[in-house]
């Protein structure tokens, strides 16, 4: 038959003695009882003080019993909150520019504020009135931030074919092409917006 061991409990106590192997005498004793220890260091001479060294341990344990050390759970580190992205913002889009050629490098416009409003309408007139609109601006006569509409591109050409810089002083815009602000224009489409609904009533009284 197999040795049966003794079953150790919550209420045990437990002692753990150990002895070097050399002559010092330094030895260690650990005794627990549930969730608490006491581990104590001692030099003893011979070994019949090693019984009145445990008694002293199980004193000690019992006195640790009696006031328990408060142990206190560490507080637990506060995540710091992930910034929120927004992803349904989303840049508007801006009106597309074409870059006009001046002197000095080129200038970016928006394409609505070059149009030819009659005579030739074509690839090559746009092209022609890009370059005019440059030197409207290297003559100082337009900044590029109103609309300018050319009527006739070439007579345009023409007239400004022998012109300097400092030519176009003696001229002001308007002799060269139409200025509409952007305001105006939509006053203008809701002036015809609002005749057409006037005219619209009359039709109908007749």
Known sequence: MSDLKPAVTSHSTVIT??????????????IQRGDL?????????????????IAEALLGLTEIEANPPVISEPEPVAEK???TVNKSTKPVPSEPTLDVPLKKGVKAIKISHIKIISGDTDAAAYRQ????AGRLIDGKLWDGQTPIRFEDVYRVAKKM???TDKDFSLFTLT?????NDESSELLDQADGDESS???SDHTVLL
């Open 197 to 199: 609904a006037v005219e």
């Open 17 to 30: 003695l150990t002895l070097p192997e050399d002559s010092t005498h330094n030895a260690t004793l650990l």
């Open 129 to 132: 009135a890009v370059a005019l």
């Open 161 to 163: 074919k022998f012109l």
């Open 81 to 83: 909150p992930k910034p």
């Open 175 to 179: 002799d060269f092409v139409q200025v």
């Open 37 to 53: 220890a006491r581990l104590h260091q001692f030099t003893y001479a011979r070994v019949a003080d090693l019984s009145e060294i």
